[in-house]
């Protein structure tokens, strides 16, 4: 009986030091994220419990922050010799002031290696916009294709379908709807707006290397060509002028909705969400999306504005960041997953196609099929490059843009300028 009650000691002795050990060979993470946007937060949080189930052996604690223009407060922690987070979502317009001094390869992860092959199966134009000396260090986190919002109504009233190419929609202004005071779209003293359409008639800003080729014997006469149109679409009333915060979140362009006087707008896939349904709830049904007007003398099927990649930084837990990203990100379902929960549309081509994505119905579009428009649209995304000085340009042309529109600067003065503001600054390296 005592042998007996002996052994069952031990059995219970070596059991608890077995459990003892397990408890203790638990490893404790903690990640952090840091972002602007609280979206990409909650996608996050809604597959936390699918992440944890495939690492048992990991104790996560988790530190996601909202910081506003967390990018520019990530660049002066750096500068006062703090910590990064090791997930930094980096909006595409600040990624230039990572590649000064080679910032964004000296603290983080170069992902290049890590996407492998899948680099492929992902629109090009959202790698390409995180990419420093060829190689990759964000994944994008949404395809911001940019598609024609528009009153079909209007349009049946005029007996005039909706334009194909920009070209006919200038015509459309000046025939049709410029004399009644109906505006077709919207211009804004923004260098990313014209970067838009100066991207999809293919022009580039900066080459693969960073170059500055805007004035190159290609390009300028494109940006001549997109400012000559501009200037002549503001002058028949095709284009509805609106400036600075106005454009964002003044009454102005839901006013003109309401009113009539602008029938359509030609903006990302995120205007949506941010914009149009918000400011004009009572039009529900009274909108569709189109594929936006293309250049007839080429370039590509729509054009982007914005973006937040997500960068890793380097450091003890940058193998675990990264799985973490790759996880969320990377991946057909994750990128459906990452749609219905949040509304930013795939850019992975298999994700495009999923009926869960490509068959979307939206009653604001009258039951439109939605998702079909953007699907329609992944392949023709633009390709364009970064560069540091990339903001010394976008201020030039966003400066000079009401110039163009009343018609006190020419098309050619309006790109000169932007060419020589831009090369000043290349050249005295500020």
Not at 267 to 294: F, H, Q, Y
Not at 389 to 398: E, K, L
Request: aromatic content about 14%; some cysteine; charged content about 20%.
């Amino acid at each position: 009986m005592k042998k007996g009650l002996l052994l069952l000691v031990l059995v219970f002795a070596v059991s608890l030091m077995g459990l003892t050990t397990f408890v203790s060979a638990q490893e404790e993470v903690t990640l952090s994220a840091w972002t602007h946007d609280q979206l990409y937060i909650d996608y996050f949080n809604s597959r936390i419990d699918e992440w944890e189930a495939m690492h048992p052996d990991i104790t996560f604690t988790y530190d996601f922050q909202i910081i506003p223009e967390v990018w520019d407060r990530v660049l002066e922690g750096l500068a006062a010799g703090e910590e990064v987070p090791d997930l930094l979502g980096l909006e595409q317009g600040g990624f230039p002031n990572y590649m000064k001094d080679g910032v964004i390869a000296n603290y983080f992860v170069d992902l290049t290696d890590l996407i492998g092959d899948r680099y492929d199966d992902y629109a090009e134009g959202r790698w390409t916009i995180y990419s420093y000396e060829g190689r990759v260090y964000a994944i994008e986190s949404s395809l911001t294709a940019s598609v024609y919002y528009y009153q079909p109504a209007v349009f049946e009233e005029y007996g005039v379908e909706v334009p194909e190419s920009w070209e006919e929609m200038l015509e459309l202004g000046e025939t049709v709807f410029g004399p009644e005071g109906v505006s077709l779209n919207v211009a804004t003293n923004s260098g990313n707006w014209f970067q838009m359409l100066f991207n999809q008639r293919g022009g580039d800003v900066f080459d693969e290397s960073g170059t500055f080729v805007f004035g190159d014997e290609t390009n300028r006469p494109l940006a001549i060509e997109v400012a000559d149109y501009i200037q002549r679409a503001v002058a028949n009333g095709t284009f509805f002028v609106v400036l600075g915060d106005d454009h964002w979140s003044g009454v102005t362009i839901p006013t003109a909705y309401r009113e009539g006087r602008l029938i359509g707008h030609m903006m990302p896939d995120w205007w949506s969400s941010c914009c149009l349904k918000p400011n004009v709830e009572e039009m529900a049904g009274e909108w569709r999306i189109a594929p936006p007007p293309t250049w007839e003398g080429g370039g590509y099927s729509t054009t982007v504005w914005g973006g937040t990649g997500w960068a890793v930084a380097k450091g003890e837990d940058q193998e675990i960041a990264w799985e973490f990203l790759e996880f969320m990100y990377l991946g057909a379902e994750s990128q459906v997953q990452r749609f219905e929960l949040i509304n930013m549309f795939p850019t992975n081509f298999e994700a495009m196609e999923d009926p869960r994505v490509s068959e979307l119905i939206d009653a604001f579009y009258g039951g439109q099929e939605i998702g079909s428009v953007y699907a329609s649209l992944g392949r023709g995304v633009p390709v364009w490059y970064q560069s540091p000085f990339r903001s010394n340009w976008s201020t030039a042309i966003g400066d000079n843009l009401p110039l163009l529109f009343d018609g006190s600067m020419t098309p050619e003065a309006f790109v000169d300028q932007a060419i020589s503001i831009t090369q000043d600054a290349i050249d005295f390296g500020f």
